[in-house]
């Protein structure tokens, strides 16, 4: 079975660019056919970029020769870490934030409530006050009225 650049770095989870840094001369003039525009791999190829990979995971995966293959995926997940905490506290800003936002609506109408009640009352105290005046004004009318003079108009 033979297979493109391409479809070999897909498999093994790569670039293609990284594919092609690992097929020298020698390799291409082993391992290749080429057919159209496309370079295509035998299985021998195949068999051998595998192994090359699979022993460059193995460094990485161990002591690497510059010191740098273990520590990036180790600073990607303390990245990830420290992401995952923010977000998190983030979410417990918002929760917060959204109750005491429920509890500013419940005092508003309350505040609301109390503010009608008060409306009410004071209406009804103006009626009352009305209802005595106006029943006062009538007692004052069916008293017998003051006799006045004609020169006690001018004063």
Known sequence: MELTIKQIADELNVS????????DESF???Y??????????????IKKLKSQFASHEAENNGASSNGQGSQV???QSEEVKLLSQQFEESLKQIKEKDKQIAELHQL???????QLDVQSKLKQLEHQDQDKITAGASSET???PKKHHWWQFNR
């Open 32 to 45: 290749t056919k080429k057919k159209g525009n496309k370079i295509l791999i035998t299985d021998g190829g």
């Open 16 to 23: 293609k660019t990284a594919i092609r840094k690992h097929m």
């Open 28 to 30: 291409r003039n082993t």
């Open 108 to 114: 508003l109408d309350q505040s609301q409530r109390l």
């Open 142 to 144: 069916t008293a017998t």
């Open 73 to 75: 995926p180790e600073e």
